[in-house]
C-alpha cells in the first residue's frame, strides 16, 4: 500500500507490504525510501507537528512515540498522511510530471482548491432553533401517516419568520406539485403558484425559510440520518434559498418503548461546506442503485480528516437544529393544494359556511384559503393586500368579501 510523508520538504509517498508494520519498522521504511535518519524522525497524525518551532515543542507529539505499536492501530491504512518532522538537511527532486494519476503530478489548480475542500464537522448552526405551528406540522404529518401511511416521499416548503438571533418559526408548510416514490421525492414545482405563494408569503409578513420531507418506512430500515440522495436535494434547495438560517426538516416513524410507531420530527442545517460544494459542482448528482445511500460521492477528492477522499460520509454535512412549537397566527383547516383529492370551490363554500359565526378575516386566515383565492386575483396589488388584512386581523374590504362569497356560491 501506500501512505503520504508530509513534512517541510512537501507531500512524497512511501511504499509499504504490510500494513500492519510498527512504527519502529515505519521509521526504517522513511531512512531507507526517503533518506533520513530515524534518529532525526519525529512522527505524528497530527497535522500540527509541522507548525511546532522548537525541540521542546515537536516532543509534545507522542501519538507515535511507541516504536512497536503497529500503524494500523493508529488508523494508517492506504493513502493516509503521515507528518514528519525532521533536522535533516537533503535534497528534494522534483517529480516526474505526468498528465494522469494520484501522486508525483504536476498541482493544477483544481488540486489547489481541492486541497483547501476540508470536510469536517460544523458543530453550531446558524439557525438558533426552529419553531413549527402545531396545526402546520399535524396537518402536513397526518396526511403522511393516515393517507399516504409512509409509503412513498412527501415534502414541502416551510414559510415563516427568521428573528435576528437566528430562531426560525414555522408558520404555514407549502407542498408543490410532486411525486414520490420509497427513496426519490422529485419535485415538479411551477413557477407561476411559486410566486403567488411568496406574493401571500410577503402580506403576511414572512418567507421562505426551509424545506420538509419525509422518509418511508423502507428507509427507517436502512442505517442513515439522511440519504445520498436527500443530502443533494436539500444542499441544492438551502443553497438556492440564499438563507444562511436556512432549515432542512425530515418526517419519520420511530418504534417507540411498547413497540407501536411514532411520528418523529428532525430539524437540521446543511453545513456551510456541503452547500459550498454543491454550489461547486463537486457533488456527484447521478446516484446509482448500487451507491451506498451512507455516503455522498464527490467528483473530485476533498480532505476528511488527514484523507484525501471522493466519498463522504453524510453526517459530516449535518448540522442539528433545536426544536420547539407554537401555536402560529393562521389555520390549517382548509384542504391542502395538489394532493391526491383536488381543492374545489364546494370545499371553499364548506369553509365558510363552518365558520360563520366568526370575523370575516379569521375566516379566511389559512395560508391554503389564500392560495386558492390569489388564483383569481391580481397578483401585484390584491394578493399582498388580502394577505395584509390577515396578518393585521384588520376588516376585509367589502369587494374582496363579496368576490370571495361569490366564489364559494358559484359551487
Not at 116 to 126: D, N
Request: glycine residues 6%.
Amino acid at each position: 500500500m501506500l501512505i503520504r510523508i508530509r513534512s517541510r520538504d512537501g507531500l512524497e509517498r512511501l511504499t509499504i507490504d504490510n500494513p500492519h508494520i510498527t512504527i519502529s519498522q515505519l521509521k526504517t521504511l522513511i531512512q531507507h525510501q526517503l533518506h533520513i535518519a530515524i534518529s532525526s524522525q519525529t512522527l505524528s497524525t497530527n497535522q500540527n507537528l509541522l507548525l511546532a518551532k522548537t525541540p521542546a515543542d515537536i516532543a509534545r507529539f507522542t501519538d507515535m512515540s511507541d516504536p512497536q505499536t503497529p500503524i494500523s492501530a493508529l488508523g494508517i491504512d492506504h493513502g493516509s498522511i503521515v507528518y514528519l518532522a525532521h533536522d535533516t538537511q537533503r535534497s528534494v527532486s522534483g517529480p516526474n510530471f505526468s498528465p494522469s494519476g494520484s501522486f508525483g503530478r504536476k498541482m493544477t489548480m483544481d488540486d489547489l482548491i481541492a486541497k483547501q475542500m476540508r470536510v469536517s464537522r460544523q458543530e453550531t448552526p446558524h439557525c438558533a432553533s426552529v419553531s413549527f405551528d402545531r396545526d402546520a406540522a399535524n396537518a402536513f404529518q397526518n396526511y403522511v401517516n393516515e393517507t399516504l401511511a409512509f409509503a412513498v416521499k412527501r415534502g414541502g416548503f416551510m414559510y415563516g419568520t427568521v428573528a435576528d438571533d437566528g430562531a426560525v418559526e414555522v408558520d404555514f408548510i407549502y407542498e408543490p406539485p410532486q411525486q414520490g416514490t420509497e427513496e426519490n421525492l422529485i419535485l415538479m414545482r411551477d413557477c407561476d403558484e411559486e410566486r403567488l405563494v411568496d406574493a401571500i408569503a410577503i402580506g403576511l409578513g414572512m418567507r421562505r425559510v426551509g424545506f420538509i420531507f419525509t422518509q418511508t418506512i423502507s428507509q427507517n430500515k436502512k442505517d442513515y440520518t439522511m440519504s445520498n440522495r436527500e443530502v443533494i436535494q436539500a444542499a441544492e434547495l438551502h443553497g438556492e434559498s440564499e438563507l444562511k438560517e436556512w432549515v432542512t426538516a425530515v418526517v419519520k416513524l420511530e418504534v417507540n418503548e411498547d413497540g407501536g410507531a411514532d411520528v418523529h420530527f428532525e430539524a437540521f442545517q446543511m453545513s456551510d461546506m456541503c452547500v459550498r460544494l454543491f454550489k461547486g459542482d463537486w457533488f456527484e448528482t447521478d446516484v446509482g442503485e448500487e451507491a451506498d445511500p451512507k455516503l455522498s460521492r464527490m467528483k473530485k477528492e476533498v480532505v476528511v480528516g488527514v484523507k484525501d477522499t471522493r466519498e463522504v460520509d453524510n453526517d459530516f454535512f449535518l448540522v442539528l437544529v433545536k426544536i420547539l412549537d407554537h401555536q402560529g397566527p393562521l389555520s390549517s383547516t382548509f384542504p391542502i393544494e395538489n394532493r391526491i383529492t383536488q381543492v374545489t370551490m364546494r370545499a371553499l363554500k364548506n369553509h365558510l359556511d363552518r365558520a360563520k359565526n366568526l370575523p370575516f378575516v379569521k375566516r379566511i386566515s389559512d395560508f391554503h384559503i389564500l392560495l386558492l383565492l390569489s388564483r383569481f386575483l391580481d397578483i401585484n396589488s390584491d394578493v399582498p393586500a388580502l394577505a395584509e388584512c390577515v396578518q393585521t386581523q384588520s376588516a376585509v374590504p367589502e369587494g374582496y368579501q363579496l368576490l370571495i362569497e361569490s366564489l364559494a356560491s358559484a359551487s
